[in-house]
């Protein structure tokens, strides 16, 4: 006998709760064997992401042009995603900055961040043993909101002719103001953002342009904490999962909707098997 087209739909849309613990539990479960693997010094495979890379080489050339380096963590909130991966970003390259004897431009447009921002640059000289090249005043706070920040930022890239901009964070509108700006100035630029609206936009004036999840990734590729790289790593074997069981469910749909077979497969068969297997892991 056929499904109802009705129940069918249900049927697919609505997980049962042993699915759900069972993604649950292989989570859990691969985030701990890998935060052990990682610890225990074994090599965790990340894909390589080119713009990350060329952070080194940005600040590289900023040296050999005696010219500074621009840096914008977006103007997101101090909560946002988006920010919170900038100020990894941004310790990176104050570290890079501190040892070669570059100077580090920071444009923020919250009131919130400034601290922040001048607490990561100030402790990556004071790691390098280059207090004496700290200079606070580089770290400027640009009010007035989105435009009027972008303005000032522009105004401040021209005036001291950045050699390399590096774009990260949360961007609007603005976005491609300041890139265009950097791409006037023949400057290598080096975008990430999670606002995928902006992503064109990045990529027809920067040279590298981390792409959202290789954004959100990018704290964890340089720091290489065992946590975040754990984290990483399952999130990306969760989605080779999950798409797998979105691919046999199409499959299974297809079958049971065309009348091949008027037994569902994959959420009888797999139901069949799961709910036993819970009712005596937690009984």
Not at 34 to 40: A, D, G, M, Q
Not at 226 to 239: E, F
Request: net charge negative; aromatic share 10%; glycine share 8%.
């Amino acid at each position: 006998m056929a499904v109802p087209a009705g129940e069918l739909l249900l049927a697919s849309i609505t997980p049962g709760p042993w699915f759900l613990r069972t993604l649950f539990l292989i989570f859990g479960a691969g985030i701990l064997i890998t935060l052990y693997k990682t610890r225990r010094g074994e090599p965790i495979f990340m894909r390589r992401i080119p713009g990350l890379d060329k952070i080194d080489e940005a600040v590289g050339r900023a040296v050999e042009m005696g010219r500074p380096v621009f840096f914008v963590p977006g103007i997101g909130w101090l909560t946002d995603p988006g920010t919170l991966t900038a100020m990894g970003l941004l310790e990176r390259a104050a570290t890079l900055c501190a040892r070669y004897n570059t100077r580090l431009l920071v444009a923020v447009v919250a009131p919130e961040i400034v601290p922040v921002m001048t607490n990561i640059v100030r402790e990556a000289y004071r790691a390098e043993n280059k207090l004496e090249y700290y200079n606070e005043d580089d770290i400027r706070f640009l009010p007035g909101g989105q435009f009027y920040f972008a303005i000032a930022a522009m105004g401040w890239m021209r005036r001291e002719r950045i050699s390399a901009s590096l774009l990260f964070g949360a961007f609007f509108a603005e976005s491609l103001m300041l890139s265009e700006t950097g791409q006037q100035l023949g400057a290598i630029q080096i975008a990430g953002t999670q606002m995928p609206m902006q992503i064109p936009f990045l990529v027809t004036t920067c040279d590298y342009v981390l792409i959202v999840e290789e954004y959100l990734a990018a704290h964890a590729y340089i720091v290489r904490e065992p946590v975040h790289v754990a984290s990483i790593r399952m999130q990306d074997l969760m989605k080779v999962l999950m798409m797998l069981i979105i691919a046999l469910g199409i499959a299974g749909a297809t079958l049971t909707v065309t009348g091949v077979t008027d037994f569902n497969w994959v959420e009888e068969g797999i139901g069949r098997f799961m709910e036993p297997l819970w009712e005596w892991l937690f009984s």
